[in-house]
């Protein structure tokens, strides 16, 4: 069964700082990944995803992970943070369940940015 | 723009009064997703369509049911809400041979 952990329900950076959100994930196959932003009573928006090739992602808004198969890993960073990027971030591992493919998503990871 | 749409934004029903809330798309996905989000918690997968195919989780209560008229929608009816039902819902929509699902920006449901 396919688990994703987010470490750090609440992450503060201050403005221009470098951004760490932390996840690891748990698969049985070679897992397709994804991180996703969610803003105050919004849906969730696709920053970025990993699911062959290179395993260094780039995404939207200048974030950017890297799939690191040894530790499990799939870290969101951007080198500096902005305040607009104020949001909760989810990551998420692809499986596959009856019908079509579903989601597992991580518990979060709702981030600050200190002016 | 190409998108999903879901209405209301904001519900407010009483204690065991059914509520149905609404989910359309423009993007002429083939599957389509409701999650239950509460507060401070990841999304929640309740049930999904894969074209007229309806896939229940196994955990979701059968309290909750979903329509699926026609590509273009989806319905969301909740028969007899709880407390503990306020949350809120996602939908979500995907092509069959992508991995992307494209959220709409929610029904936040308050139960009274």
């Known amino acids: 069964a396919q688990s994703v952990t987010q470490l750090g329900s609440h992450v503060s950076v201050s403005e221009g700082a470098l951004v760490l959100l932390r996840c690891n994930y748990s698969?049985?196959?070679?897992?397709?990944l994804f991180w996703y932003v969610q803003y105050p009573n919004q849906g969730l928006q696709l920053l970025l995803k990993?699911?062959?090739?290179?395993?260094l992602v780039k995404g939207i808004n200048g974030f950017e992970a890297e799939f690191k198969k040894s530790e499990t890993s799939f870290h969101l960073t951007k080198p500096s943070a902005h305040m607009s990027d104020a949001a909760e971030y989810f990551c998420a591992v692809k499986h596959s369940g009856a019908g079509s493919y579903q989601l597992t998503f991580g518990k979060g990871t709702k981030l600050s940015v200190i002016p | 723009d190409a998108m999903v749409i879901q209405n209301p934004r904001y519900q407010v029903t009483q204690f065991g009064k059914p509520v149905t809330l609404s989910c359309s798309q423009t993007?002429?996905?083939?599957?389509m997703y409701w999650y239950q989000q509460k507060s401070s918690q990841a999304p929640k997968l309740l049930f999904h369509y894969y074209d007229k195919d309806f896939n229940n989780e196994a955990d979701t209560p059968d309290n909750f049911q979903s329509r699926r008229p026609n590509t273009s929608f989806c319905f969301l009816d909740i028969r007899s809400p709880g407390l503990g039902d306020a949350a809120m819902y996602l939908c979500a929509t995907r092509w069959t041979n992508n991995n992307e699902q494209f959220f709409g920006p929610g029904t936040r449901l308050t139960v009274l």
């Open positions: 993007l002429n996905h083939n599957v």
């Open positions: 990993y699911t062959t090739g290179a395993t």
């Open positions: 698969s049985s196959v070679p897992p397709y």
